[in-house]
């Protein structure tokens, strides 16, 4: 497919299109991907959540400066489950890492809901593969909140950051202890605010009670994003927590898994497809329907028949 071809060569406006056209679930998408499926596997997905606010995109608009340094490629995928497409947070992402847009190994890729939250990591999930079949040494995935939507957002990630702020009122008792499970480590970033010694020192000590058979220790680190403080240091920790998944052999599982998942999911998808097609194709779902309407049958009995009459075929 030329358009693969384009963007693997480094044509943004290319990759920019092969993103939509996956996200999007478009016709010529399963031909895309099954070129790109090839070229994945290279790339650490990095996903940074955290509350509202509390620094994410600073953070990661530094950690890719810091990593441009050593000539990464790297990309970012700013995802925003509450607000439209056209949200305002999102254009303030955009605003604050516009200088990086210049440069041509880095690309920031913005995301908001599309109808549903499933929608919205199965996009994340999509545009990820097209970023590290185009060579991307590094994926962000930030995502803001501390909820269930994020962690499931978050999944498609090797690693996750959880940011945290000082000043939370009640901090700590408000992380949830999915959030304790998550993070492969935790920055307490604004650490030039009073408090962020009790943030840290209080995660470490629910991080203690949580991980005595991990053999990885989320680390945690902090930060003052604004003023580059601290970000080395992550970066260290992200390419540690690489290290730590693939010598112990935990990245092929993870992969594995989300490779299981993701077979399982074309499958049914796909006889979804041919069943309500052929369904509707032959007008038999209106009989179908008629009939269980006047119960002259139950909705079970009538599975067995569909599936029976699909086999046949
Ligand atoms: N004092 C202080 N301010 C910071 C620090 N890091 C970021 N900020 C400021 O905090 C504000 C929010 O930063 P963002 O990077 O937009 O936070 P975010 O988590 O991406 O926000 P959302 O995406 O809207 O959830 C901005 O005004 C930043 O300049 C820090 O370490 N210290
Ligand atoms: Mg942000």
């Excluded at 254009?91 to 990086?100: K, N, T």
């Excluded at 593969?129 to 994020?150: P, R």
Aim: contains cysteine; charged residues 30%; proline residues 3%.
């Amino acid at each position: 497919m030329e358009l693969v071809q384009r963007a693997r060569q480094g044509d943004r406006r290319a990759l920019a299109r092969l993103i939509t056209l996956v996200e999007n679930e478009a016709p010529e998408a399963v031909e895309a991907l099954q070129e790109l499926y090839l070229f994945t596997g290279k790339a650490q997905v990095i996903g940074i959540t955290g509350p509202p606010g509390s620094g994410k995109s600073t953070l990661t608009d530094k950690l890719v400066k810091e990593l441009r340094k050593e000539k990464k490629k790297v990309a970012v995928i700013a995802v925003d489950p509450t607000s439209p497409f056209t949200g305002g947070a999102i254009l303030g992402d955009r605003i604050r890492m516009s200088d990086l847009n210049l440069d041509e190994d880095v690309y920031i890729r913005s995301m908001g809901t599309r109808g549903s939250l499933g929608g919205l990591s199965a996009a994340t999930s999509a545009a990820t593969k097209v970023l590290d079949a185009c060579d991307f040494d590094y994926v962000f995935i930030e995502t803001v909140g501390v909820g269930q939507s994020e962690v499931d957002i978050v999944k498609a990630a090797d690693t996750t950051i959880v940011v945290m702020v000082p000043g939370l009122g009640d901090d700590i008792q408000a992380i949830k202890a999915g959030i304790l499970e998550i993070g492969d480590f935790f920055v307490v970033n604004k650490a030039d605010r009073d408090g962020a010694n009790r943030v840290a020192l209080e995660l470490r000590m629910m991080l203690d009670l949580n991980e005595q058979k991990l053999v990885w220790q989320p680390p945690v680190l902090m930060s003052v994003a604004n003023q580059n403080q601290g970000i080395a240091e992550i970066v260290a920790g992200i390419k540690d927590h690489f290290t730590y998944l693939k010598e112990s052999g935990e990245l092929a599982i993870k992969r594995r898994e989300r490779l299981e998942k993701e077979l399982l999911e074309i499958v049914s998808k796909k006889i979804y497809r041919q069943i309500a097609d052929k369904v509707q194709r032959e007008g038999k779902l209106k009989q179908y329907l008629d009939s269980l309407m006047k119960k002259e049958t139950d909705p079970y009995t009538l599975v067995k028949v569909i599936l029976q009459d699909v086999i046949k075929t």
